[in-house]
């Protein structure tokens, strides 16, 4: 088992690190998205009409004939409506709404945490599906790497409560390996599962599709419910819809009847047979009577009288399905909870990072210091630590500083912003192959420099500084300066213990030539 | 062979078996549950859910087998055969 865990751990480590990281990133992903799309910082509006707002914005628009148009309502973490269509040419945009105004918002161009951050999550921002195999296989290699940990850890408690921070370094960094292995251990496991289960049809393909004649596309439509049309378009014209808030009133009614008062308002409503005379009404929400599983809990409404066609349940092993996965999309709102996942997820990090150190510095002992597969191998580790967090604040920095109406030809401003962050990282493996052991140093004062910049930038930029946004209750700016801040702290503190224990070992080895 | 060469041979050959053999043995568990039990009255994407959501554990379960097996070219062969039973068997079941 042993042999297994450094294999599997070798391998995939730099990739779990990447996803880990960027996971933990993606639980706070909304706030991200205030961070880096200031127009998003509105404060919460209550009793939001559809009607008054989204059915003008629709008469404006020329949608193409029997598509559909979603609307997602302002939310806590997204104060704004959301408003997916498809113009008469086919082209689909995304719109943010003013809950008030009713005002198309002049969106910053930019990925930021609910699209780069959470894509790079599932597929390391490669086109096409080739990512989902990779991180899949990664995720399987985590559940391997937990199972053999386990094995190779008998004494599992004794180890927990062990920590020598004062030992020699490779003694501490396996000490922290346990410790945060252990502290989150069903976590570990739990979210590669499933993370597995989610794209399941991607990985199982073939088998699971035999029940269907070899077609996953059936399996795939019976279990995304109505996202797909399920009222035939009469292919006349017909009037538009005349309103929503009925709709959402009558859908909520339904739902407080079957579970009670205080259940989980609709998340999205959404209108089918765009332009059509049997154009339909569906209002969705993710979760019902605020559970875990992600639903779709969906009611249908019908074009003619407009009363209740259909409601979707989904059945039993998909509700179970449906709940492993809502565990893992965190879209529920539980603000304790959402820390521990942030939190958990940081020590998913450092158990992947400590557990790389570990193998490099016990392999470093017995290789030549010198030799150039070690410089490359440590730089590597350190790129991928290091190196990954700090191309994740130069992100954050890139947003700061292109200017918002910035208009390039050949590159969109949110491609701008990735290619800064890629260029960030691969500087950063650059770095540590040319300063090796002290890029880990060097690194950590650039991620807290850098940090504090980040934090600074947003107060220049936007006028909006912690004490502000904490007197103004903007919970989502204030948490992400601070947790910026205390990432520049944690960096700063790594970075000068860093160079203590270089500078003790430079002493170890002056006195021992003296 | 030396000692040596012996334990990385096994290792190369164990971790090639936990991997393909254990997908394919997976792969197989998945269709036989996703085209078996709408035969005793599941509905058939239920079927289809609960093999892949089993499958995964499966297929850790061979990987870990694998690796720890004393005897592990009698485990391959187990695998092996088991898992081409089940990918050829389970198209029948769905057609019967």
């Given at each position: 088992m042993?042999w297994?865990?450094?294999c599997f ?19 706070f ?12 910082r509105?404060p919460?509006?209550d ?13 404006e628009?020329?949608l ?5 148009v979603w609307i ?8 704004v ?12 945009h ?5 809950p ?13 945490g609910?699209?780069f951050f ?8 490669i ?5 989902y195999?990779?991180v ?12 053999s940990?386990?094995?190779?850890h008998?004494k599992?408690?004794q180890?927990f409560f062990?920590?020598?921070?004062q030992?020699?370094t ?16 069903p976590?570990?496991f739990?979210?590669p599962?499933?993370?597995?289960l989610i794209l399941i049809t ?6 699971m ?7 996953i596309k ?11 049309p399920?009222?035939?378009?009469a292919?006349e014209p017909?009037?538009p819809v ?11 009614s ?7 008062e205080?259940?989980s ?5 959404a209108?089918?047979?765009?332009n ?12 019902a009577n ?7 809990d969906q ?6 009288n407009?009363e ?6 989904p059945?039993p ?6 709940w492993?996965?809502?565990?893992h999309?965190?879209q529920?709102?539980?603000w ?9 997820g940081l020590?998913?990090c450092?158990m ?6 570990f ?6 002992k017995?290789?030549q210091?010198?030799a150039?597969s ?9 790129a991928?630590i ?14 700061r500083l ?18 800064t962050f890629?260029f960030?990282?691969a500087?950063?493996f ?6 090796e052991k002290?890029a880990w140093r060097?690194?950590c ?6 940090s ?5 930038l ?7 500084h912690?004490?502000l946004t904490l007197g ?6 204030a ?6 801040l ?11 213990r860093?160079?203590r ?5 430079r002493?170890?080895?002056?006195s021992i030539?003296? | 062979?030396?000692?040596?060469a012996?334990?990385n041979l096994?290792?190369?050959l ?9 997908y ?15 035969h005793?009255?599941l509905v058939?994407?239920e ?5 892949g959501?089993l499958g ?15 005897k592990?070219i ?7 055969f088991?898992?081409?039973l ?8 769905a057609t019967?």
């Amino acid at each position: 088992m042993g042999w297994l865990h450094t294999c599997f751990g070798i391998t995939f480590s730099v990739i779990l690190f990447a996803v880990f990281w960027t996971g933990t990133l993606t639980v706070f992903d909304k706030e991200i998205d205030q961070w880096m799309k200031p127009e998003l910082r509105i404060p919460i509006t209550d009793n939001v009409s559809l009607d008054e707002v989204v059915l003008p914005r629709l008469a404006e628009l020329d949608l193409l004939p029997l598509s559909a148009v979603w609307i997602g309502m302002p939310r806590e973490r997204v104060p704004v409506i959301r408003l997916h269509y498809k113009d008469a040419n086919g082209k689909a945009h995304e719109e943010g709404l003013h809950p008030r105004t009713g005002e198309v918002l002049d969106l910053t161009d930019s990925d930021a945490g609910s699209e780069f951050f959470f894509r790079f999550h599932f597929m390391l921002h490669i086109p096409g599906i080739l990512g989902y195999y990779i991180v899949g296989l990664s995720a399987l290699a985590m559940m391997t790497l937990v199972v053999s940990g386990i094995f190779i850890h008998r004494k599992i408690f004794q180890e927990f409560f062990t920590f020598r921070p004062q030992k020699k370094t490779r003694r501490a960094v396996l000490d922290f390996h346990n410790l945060t292995s252990v502290v989150a251990l069903p976590f570990h496991f739990i979210i590669p599962f499933s993370g597995l289960l989610i794209l399941i049809t991607s990985y199982f393909p073939w088998s699971m599709a035999v029940p269907f004649e070899g077609d996953i596309k059936q399996l795939d439509a019976k279990l995304a419910a109505y996202e797909k049309p399920v009222i035939k378009p009469a292919n006349e014209p017909g009037d538009p819809v005349g309103t929503l808030d009925r709709y959402i009133d009558r859908a909520n009614s339904i739902w407080r009847a079957q579970e009670g008062e205080g259940t989980s308002d609709p998340d999205w409503v959404a209108i089918f047979n765009v332009n059509d005379a049997k154009t339909y009404v569906v209002v969705e929400r993710f979760f019902a009577n605020h559970r875990v599983a992600l639903g779709p809990d969906q009611v249908v409404f019908d074009p003619n009288n407009g009363e209740m066609i259909d409601q979707f349940k989904p059945l039993p092993i998909h509700a179970a399905s449906n709940w492993l996965e809502g565990l893992h999309w965190i879209q529920f709102d539980h603000w304790p909870l959402r820390w521990l996942y942030f939190l958990a997820g940081l020590s998913g990090c450092i158990m992947i990072g400590s557990g790389l150190v570990f193998w490099i510095e016990s392999r470093i002992k017995k290789a030549q210091p010198d030799a150039t597969s070690v410089r490359v191998v440590r730089a590597i580790s350190t790129a991928s630590i290091t190196g990954i967090i700090l191309a994740s604040v130069g992100f954050l920095i890139a947003n700061r500083l292109i200017p918002k109406n910035i208009n390039l030809d050949a590159i969109h401003r949110h491609e701008l912003e990735i290619w800064t962050f890629f260029f960030i990282w691969a500087l950063t493996f650059v770095h540590a192959v040319v300063r090796e052991k002290s890029a880990w140093r060097e690194q950590c004062f650039a991620i807290a420099i850098a940090s504090v910049s980040a934090v600074a930038l947003n107060w220049v930029t936007t006028g909006d500084h912690l004490l502000l946004t904490l007197g103004r209750s903007m919970w989502s700016i204030a948490i992400m300066d601070s947790v910026i801040l205390v990432c520049a702290a944690t960096a700063l503190w790594s970075g000068l213990r860093l160079q203590r224990r270089l500078r003790e070992s430079r002493n170890v080895a002056v006195s021992i030539e003296g | 062979m030396s000692k040596q060469a012996e334990s990385n041979l096994s290792r190369s050959l164990r971790l090639i078996m936990g991997a393909l053999g254990g997908y394919a043995f997976s792969a197989g568990v998945v269709a036989v549950i996703a085209a078996g039990l709408p035969h005793f009255g599941l509905v058939k994407s239920e079927s289809a859910i609960l093999g892949g959501m089993l499958g995964m554990l499966v297929y850790l379960s061979i990987i870990i087998w694998m690796v720890a097996s004393t005897k592990p070219i009698r485990a391959s062969i187990v695998i092996l055969f088991a898992a081409v039973l089940m990918l050829v068997g389970a198209p029948l079941m769905a057609t019967v």
